[in-house]
């Protein structure tokens, strides 16, 4: 679960994304003031970056690039900022790298209060509205669930909505798990929700977050709490876009052989960050932490996740909705219900639905 230091990143995270944060009038930038963000993120590299074979190279890369003049034309903390993401992932290879304007942003000293009850209840409306960040639910034919999710919010928020929609497709005989369009979030998040896929009494040790800035180390388990288990057959779905706590989930389902991965190999970004101030109202994110899965001992950074089934996302979801009927229809006995499974696949397979109708039919 959230401990109040991700609170309270997370409001900082919804401070950065509201409009306000972007009203005011932008940062002008001399080449000074360009040398000494320069300098400070260099050493905020050298302190903090959890792959300390590349910091050298990456901090170095930045430096020389502007002794050059290689940033002249980036005048404004906006575009100053823009300027040093696409180089900090281009010199590291590392996704979760980022830098942006943060106007009065500031580093987090570890001695913040906790969460006023007022500001998580606006978090969890929040959350809410988004309808949890679960796109859709649905039952496609031949009873096979379906679920999306775009992201992996606090499992404060969360939780309770996951079990929610797995209880609403508990009785179908399969499910797809879609993360074509989920580029992370929290993994507390994905560990409750993988809850739900292994039986009662199983506790499992998922991942292990190693943090260079503190040397400590946090374990991932699954929550022995939850209650709605889902025992069925589940297909997991991604793309190039899926990325860090989607790519966690989607890699947990692979290594426990819970789950079958249709699509495209995913980003490759598992470095969790934190998050620095540079001055002039600029925020970086920098990889501050490892992830380290405990059956692999190694995560999916720059390789990706790859995927059981490999086809082109936009094919992944028909994929693994044949893939499913398939095996129902080899499953199903003679009859009725293995004839009209067989209907389905074979429009399935075409890629057809049947039209809903909207007027009675007639009596026999």
Not at 41 to 64: F, H, M, P, W
Request: charged share 25%; glycine share 8%.
């Amino acid at each position: 679960m959230l401990g109040s230091k991700k609170l309270l990143a997370a409001a900082v995270l919804v401070v950065l994304l509201s409009p306000s944060a972007f009203a005011a009038e932008d940062t002008v930038l001399s080449a000074s003031d360009r040398t000494e963000i320069v300098q400070t993120l260099v050493a905020k590299i050298n302190a903090n970056y959890i792959d300390t074979a590349q910091v050298e190279r990456v901090g170095s890369a930045i430096a020389r690039k502007n002794a050059e003049g290689g940033y002249a034309a980036a005048t404004t903390a906006t575009a100053f900022s823009a300027a040093l993401k696409k180089d900090l992932r281009e010199f590291s290879g590392d996704m979760h790298f980022s830098a942006e304007r943060s106007e009065g942003f500031r580093e987090s000293s570890g001695t913040e209060e906790p969460p006023s009850r007022a500001q998580i209840e606006q978090w969890r409306d929040a959350t809410a509205r988004r309808g949890y960040d679960i796109e859709k639910i649905e039952r496609l034919p031949g009873n096979v669930g379906y679920i999306e999710l775009r992201r992996f919010g606090g499992a404060h928020f969360i939780g309770p909505a996951y079990t929610a929609a797995i209880s609403l497709l508990a009785g179908t005989d399969a499910l797809i798990l879609d993360l074509r369009r989920n580029g992370g979030g929290s993994t507390d998040s994905v560990a409750y929700l993988m809850s739900h896929f292994f039986p009662v009494g199983e506790v499992l040790h998922l991942i292990d977050i190693y943090e260079r800035p503190t040397g400590t180390t946090q374990q991932i388990w699954t929550v022995p709490t939850v209650t709605q288990r889902y025992d069925k057959p589940v297909y997991v779905l991604i793309s190039a876009r899926t990325g860090s706590a989607a790519e966690d989930c989607a890699y947990d389902f692979q290594v426990l052989k819970r789950g079958t991965l249709v699509g495209e190999t995913t980003i490759g970004a598992s470095n969790p960050i934190g998050r620095f101030s540079l001055g002039h109202d600029i925020m970086v994110a920098i990889p501050t932490s490892r992830m380290i899965n405990f059956v692999t001992k190694t995560n999916w950074e720059h390789v990706g996740v790859k995927p059981d089934v490999a086809v082109p996302a936009a094919q992944a979801l028909q994929t693994a909705h044949v893939a499913i009927l398939r095996n129902l229809v080899d499953a199903a006995k003679e009859g009725d219900e293995r004839k009209e499974l067989q209907r389905l696949l074979a429009m399935t397979e075409k890629g057809e639905t049947d039209k809903p109708v909207y007027t009675l039919k007639p009596k026999p």
